[in-house]
């Protein structure tokens, strides 16, 4: 018997020590979530057959990342560039947060009492448009907390004597935490340990009875 509880306690303080290890190793990571746009309507979610362009409804999928140690949990909290903030879509990762028409000063991320409001994100990647009229900034993504804003510029694939009107389109954006590559590892090796001490015990057990 005294075998066995000096193994249990050899086993819960190895995994207590891994658990404070990891755990001052994920406060020092930057905090990522993966954002994903739910479209009602637009470009990308009925397509254009009479270009060739196949529905692409999950398009507005990607990630942002940011250094969330300034983080308190207090009231409303913004964060940008000052906190490294890098924002990237999954199909494109060349549409990023440098492609905000307000760059620097966004795009942002925010917090409200710690809660996570969204991105403040308007990135045209596509300027195309050459029709002053219009006042129209070519393919974009307009990101505002939940609430999404996309536009396609036809003028690329519309003939000149041909009227060219924007594509618009929205949706609902909702976000979800990655877990940390640490924090990952960290519960990886938890099980393990577990794993490796519910084994032994059963061995010791056999042996003793």
Wanted: with cysteine; charged share 20%; proline share 7%.
């Amino acid at each position: 018997m005294k075998k066995f509880n000096t193994l249990r306690l050899k086993a819960l303080s190895l995994a207590t020590s891994v658990g404070m290890i990891l755990g001052v190793a994920t406060a020092a990571d930057a905090a990522t979530y993966q954002f994903k746009a739910t479209l009602d309507e637009g470009f990308f979610l009925t397509g254009a057959p009479e270009i060739g362009v196949e529905p692409r409804p999950e398009f507005y999928v990607g990630l942002f990342s940011f250094d969330d140690s300034e983080l308190t949990g207090v009231g409303l909290e913004s964060f940008g560039r000052e906190a490294n903030l890098e924002v990237s879509l999954t199909n494109d990762p060349r549409v990023d947060q440098t492609l905000d028409v307000r760059f620097p000063e966004f795009p942002t991320v925010s917090f409200q009492d710690g809660e996570l409001l969204g991105l403040d994100w308007f990135a045209v990647y596509h300027p195309f448009t050459n029709v002053p009229e219009l006042d129209y900034p070519g393919d974009f993504v307009r990101i505002s907390g939940t609430q999404l804003t996309d536009g396609f510029d036809p003028t690329f694939y519309t003939p000149e004597d041909e009227p060219r009107a924007p594509i618009l389109g929205s949706g609902i954006v909702s976000y979800e935490r990655v877990p940390e590559p640490s924090a990952i590892l960290g519960m990886v090796i938890v099980a393990i340990t577990i794993g490796c001490y519910r084994k032994k015990a059963v061995s010791l057990k056999a042996t003793l009875s």
